[in-house]
């Protein structure tokens, strides 16, 4: 069974189907529909919805909720991202599960709501304060937006950090098929750390607070090597890229570019292949490396050039440092989209075709 | 040394790894005597089982040292956001939030009066000590005019930095709090008062009666720089002069409304089950991917003719993208969408060389008429003027939409007229069955304009040319 919904609408319905017993949000466009999608569905399945009075309330109270023991989530863009940081930082401190959807617009400041991938950084390598990381999904399709923020729960309550989907305005607004699953995920029981309000859980403290400074010591060097683990998890998709001589890179919205980009270049007798990676923390590193060695590579992203550097990054310490200095990136800013044309063109130059 | 066992406090504090039977208040300090009355009324009244506290940034900060129950530790002024959180999750446990002037009446006073104004089922225990205290006794917005702090060295003057912050008189003004008062713990009699009162909130949210706050005034000699009973005048004859004790609403006994009933679904698969579901989509290589734009004003059905054809192409189980404009574009008169159907999974989901161009008004052709791939068609109104001739190879036809929508009598029906051309033309791909099926489908809450529009698609495909 099909059906023909918008990415935004599908982030819900994953969230429903994962088990998310909360919604808390505030409206911002491109994302207003995940709100509103949660204020008609969550209270018909006996769920709550709550719309809060601004961002940082959003991400509080779902610091409230998951510090007593339940799964819940918000959804935003940009400037509501910002907002949000000091809070998720407080979920990771305290090894809270959440989900936060990011469905970017372009920035900075209010920018515009047309589709960016320039939150990267925030939404990749812990906007906030400390040294916290978050489990970051980056959909490409409609179906994808459903799986992942399925996913984005598993790993949350898996890992005790937030799970943030990352999107962009464009796979939030348009309209695919999704094919639903027979089953969700399994309820979680959290009583062994949430403060739940009950006899079990009454000795249980959620904080994010270590006066002394050899305990915080120890316990980042914990979270350092839980998020080290998280590398376990990763997840990445190689197309036509066995044969290859350009490796096309790029996530979300940009790894569908790629993909047709890679297929008209092969049109045109040029070996093309493409890597998308499907989490970006943990990034797929050696997912990568495996389809990178030897060949050229560009990344096409809607910012500034930090999936780029992220690329070059994973490359140098996959070993490959040849290939991450050879890294070339097609970008686009401000809403405008990479058009095949032009990643056609630039992967041309690069193989001096 | 002898340790004194204190009703719901635990036997001792482990605080930076010393393990103590003290508290870090200093002397004197009000936070120490309503900890305790806090710790004793849950304690008292059996609630330690079932009672989560919302600890505070600020003198609040370590109460999870004291008392004995759950607890979740709060960032700075988020103390009534997280408590929303945890009461929304948790409506059988009693919620209580604890916060300074600082935390509540500055960084966090618009999450406290929302979630007062939203009557969030939690009670907020509000110390008002003037400052604050944690942080080096700066200015709180509770500080008195004159009150000398470390930000107000010279007095707080009331010219510069405005007047103390009344935050039970301001909370008054809302409706749906169930207790607002204000007591103080700086005498014997008073401390009396706010053990009562303290009581009272406890037992609000064990009835799940409503939102509740109480605002304790409380001495703070330390950054009073007084030793503790002048503090504990000043609070009395300083304090209460700007913030007079009192109960502000009391309506325990009001009948609050029950949430109307809404539809409720058994599962997810219960709430999205369609009737008629459409398979899922399947490769076929000898479908040649087809990419559509259409284009014109609002309300000239622009994003339900691609709709049209985006579920035509579902209903022979093509894959399948829509997207539309959105934001203040959507708003601002002009209307487009893209449609991508293909026999393999889609790859770009924008439409940079349109196959097919439908327009419906000038500026929609002369903005994406350069874009089209060669072999493509454009199909414009016949109102549209061609000053702006297509790319060569590209077949351009005009068709009276519009004039027969009107002539029909069913001037909103322009769409359709012009789906009947791209049936008619057969640009689609897809057969005209489908086009006809999804046409009806389309209409789906009103059967009857779903068999009219058929009808109108049949005679306008025969009339136009």
């Known amino acids: ?353 | 040394m002898k340790t004194i066992e204190q009703k719901g406090m635990y036997k001792s504090f482990p605080r930076s790894g010393k393990d103590v039977s003290f508290t870090h208040y200093c002397p004197g300090c009000g936070h120490g005597i309503i900890n305790k009355l806090i710790a004793e009324a849950c304690a008292e009244m059996g609630l330690q089982d079932e009672t989560i506290f919302v600890d505070p940034v600020g003198c609040g900060v370590f109460t999870y040292y004291y008392w004995d129950a759950a607890h979740i530790s709060a960032a700075h002024g988020r103390a009534s956001a997280v408590a929303t959180g945890t009461c929304r999750a948790r409506p059988n446990a009693v919620t209580i939030a604890y916060q300074g002037d600082g935390d509540l009446g500055a960084i966090g006073f618009n999450n406290a009066f929302q979630a007062a104004s939203r009557g969030e089922k939690f009670g907020c225990i509000f110390v008002n000590n003037s400052l604050y205290g944690m942080t080096g006794g700066q200015m709180a917005p509770t500080t008195l005019a004159g009150e000398s702090t470390t930000t107000t060295p010279f007095g707080r003057d009331p010219a510069l930095t405005g007047y103390p912050l009344h935050v039970c008189e301001v909370f008054s003004q809302l409706k749906a709090p169930v207790y607002i008062a204000r007591v103080s713990v700086a005498d014997t009699r008073r401390i009396m008062q706010a053990k009562q009162a303290i009581r009272k909130v406890f037992e609000i949210q064990r009835a799940k009666k409503g939102y509740a706050i109480l605002e304790i005034l409380a001495p703070c000699p330390t950054n009073f720089k007084m030793d503790p009973a002048a503090a504990a005048d000043f609070c009395i004859n300083e304090m209460e002069k700007e913030f007079p004790l009192g109960v502000f609403r009391d309506e325990t006994e009001r009948e609050n409304p029950a949430p109307a009933a809404i539809p409720q679904a058994e599962s997810c698969a219960a709430l999205f089950a369609e009737k008629d579901a459409l398979e899922p989509a399947c490769d076929d290589d000898a479908f040649a991917e087809r990419r559509f734009k259409f284009a014109g004003y609002g309300g000239q059905g622009i994003l339900s003719l691609g709709l049209c054809i985006a579920e035509a192409a579902r209903l022979e189980r093509r894959h399948t993208l829509w997207f539309p404009s959105y934001g203040p574009e959507q708003r601002g008169g002009s209307a487009n969408c893209s449609v991508v159907v293909s026999g393999k999974p889609i790859g770009s989901p924008t439409v940079e060389h349109p196959d097919v161009l439908v327009c419906m008004n000038r500026p929609a052709y002369e903005r994406f008429v350069g874009d089209m791939r060669e072999g493509g068609i454009v199909i414009v109104d016949e109102t549209v003027p061609i000053l702006v001739e297509p790319p060569k190879g590209v077949k351009l036809v005009v068709w009276p939409a519009i004039r027969m929508a009107e002539e029909f009598g069913v001037p909103k029906a322009a769409n359709t007229m012009m789906l009947a051309a791209m049936k008619k033309l057969g640009c689609t791909g897809l057969k005209g069955e489908s086009l006809e099926e999804s046409l009806v489908a389309s209409f789906k809450k009103k059967p009857a304009l779903g068999e009219k529009n058929r009808e109108l698609l049949r005679e306008a495909e025969k009339k136009g040319s």
């Open chain 1, 1 to 353: 069974m099909t059906k023909f919904v918008k990415g935004n609408e599908a982030v819900v319905m994953g969230a429903l189907y994962a088990g998310c017993e909360l919604y808390f949000g505030y409206p911002i466009t491109p994302a207003s529909e995940i709100a509103h999608g949660a204020a008609k569905w969550f209270p018909m399945l006996g769920r709550t919805f709550v719309q809060a009075e601004c961002e940082t309330a959003s991400v509080n109270m779902m610091f409230g909720a998951a510090g007593a023991g339940k799964l819940s989530m918000t959804a935003t863009s940009g400037p509501g991202f910002s907002l949000m940081q000091e809070g998720i930082s407080y979920l990771a401190g305290a090894e809270l599960p959440s989900v936060v959807v990011n469905v970017n617009r372009a920035g900075p400041g209010l920018g515009n709501v047309y589709p960016e991938q320039s939150d990267y950084t925030p939404a990749v390598k812990g906007g906030g304060h400390g040294s916290y990381q978050t489990f970051t999904l980056a959909p490409a399709s409609v179906q994808e937006m459903f799986d992942l923020t399925v996913k984005a729960f598993a790993m949350t309550a898996k890992w005790r950090t937030p799970a943030i989907v990352f999107a962009d305005g464009l796979q939030g607004q348009m309209m695919e098929s999704l094919v639903l699953p027979d089953s969700g995920l399994p309820k979680y029981d959290f009583s062994e750390w949430a403060s739940e309000g009950t006899p079990k859980t009454r000795a249980n403290l959620v904080k994010s607070i270590y006066l002394d400074a050899a305990q915080q010591e120890r316990f980042n060097r914990h979270l350092q090597e839980k998020y080290a683990a998280m590398a376990a998890d990763a997840m990445g998709e190689a197309y036509l890229a066995d044969d290859a001589e350009i490796l096309i890179v790029g996530y979300g919205i940009s790894g569908r570019i790629a993909r047709t980009t890679a297929e008209a270049l092969r049109k045109e007798g040029v070996k093309a292949g493409v890597f998308r990676p499907i989490t970006l923390n943990p990034f797929p590193r050696e997912q990568l490396a495996a389809v990178a060695a030897g060949r050229k590579i560009m990344a096409i992203e809607l910012d500034a050039g930090q999936f780029a550097d992220d690329v070059r990054l994973n490359l140098a310490k996959a070993g490959l440092g040849a290939e991450a200095a050879g890294v070339v990136m097609i970008n686009r800013m401000g809403g405008e989209i990479v058009s095949v044309d032009d990643a056609v063109k630039t992967a041309k130059e690069m193989l001096g075709a």
